[in-house]
């Protein structure tokens, strides 16, 4: 079993930047895809970021495509979400999310939640 604990988020101006971290318990940590999904009130979970189990891969939503980077470190069992050229449309709760096997982009594929942490970009 994996626990999941973001940290990072925040309120910033658009066109700012804010870096999310996520802190995983166990010894698998590396067994798992990570990724980032993010909801906005009054609409569904939506996948952002994911990266396989090595780092090589990375997958991007195209509305961050350019704007965001996804990164591991499975030495220290976290990943993290680099968002710059922030929008007010980026404006969710974020979501880590673990998953053994390939990157998935359907929230019903994710084996693990973090808690979420909330990003508020204003214009």
């Known amino acids: 079993q994996v626990q999941l604990v973001e940290s990072g988020g925040g309120f910033v101006q658009a066109g700012g930047s804010l870096r999310l971290s996520c802190a995983a318990s166990g010894r698998t940590f590396s067994s798992y895809s990570m990724g980032w999904f993010r909801q906005a009130p009054g609409k569904e979970r939506e996948f952002v970021a994911g990266i396989s189990q090595g780092g090589a891969a990375t997958r991007y939503a195209v509305s961050v495509k350019g704007r965001f980077t996804v990164s591991r470190d499975n030495a220290r069992n976290t990943a993290s979400l680099q968002m710059n050229s922030l929008k007010p449309d980026d404006t969710a709760i974020y979501y880590c999310?673990?998953?053994?096997?390939?990157?998935?982009?359907?929230?019903?594929?994710?084996?693990?939640w973090g808690q979420g942490t909330q990003v508020t970009v204003s214009s």
């Open positions: 999310a673990a998953r053994i096997g390939a990157v998935a982009v359907l929230p019903g594929s994710i084996d693990y």
